[in-house]
């Protein structure tokens, strides 16, 4: 059974930074994308970021473009996403999911881990 474990999640400020990390089994870290995607109660799962694993292809929600960066850690079959200017609307559960073929649509992820929640207070 695959498994993708997030750490880092917790409780910030506005305008403060968090750094989320996810570990995969090597064999799916060296040959699948790898994604954020965050959950409130009242939404669906919705895409947040995603790297290939070539590092040709890497994508950005609209509502967190320039604030957040994701990034792989190939030495240690991780990948990160670093957090800035953090608002009380980024507040969600946060899951690492990792795709064989690139994709931002949910139902194309293979893997997913637990989640990890954000909350972000004003």
């Known amino acids: 059974q695959v498994q993708l474990v997030e750490s880092g999640g917790g409780l910030v400020q506005a305008g403060g930074s968090l750094r989320l990390s996810c570990e995969a089994p090597g064999h799916i870290f060296r040959t699948y994308a790898m994604a954020w995607f965050r959950q409130t109660p009242d939404k669906e799962r919705e895409f947040v970021a995603e790297?290939?694993?070539?590092?040709?292809?890497?994508d950005y929600a609209s509502t967190v473009k320039g604030r957040f960066t994701i990034s792989r850690d190939n030495a240690n079959n991780m990948v990160h996403l670093q957090m800035n200017s953090l608002k009380p609307e980024d507040t969600a559960v946060y899951y690492c999911?990792?795709?064989?073929?690139?994709?931002?649509?949910?139902?194309?992820?293979?893997?997913w881990g637990k989640g990890t929640l954000v909350t972000v207070s004003s």
């Open positions: 790297h290939s694993w070539t590092g040709m292809s890497i």
């Open positions: 999911a990792a795709a064989l073929h690139y994709t931002t649509d949910v139902d194309g992820m293979e893997y």
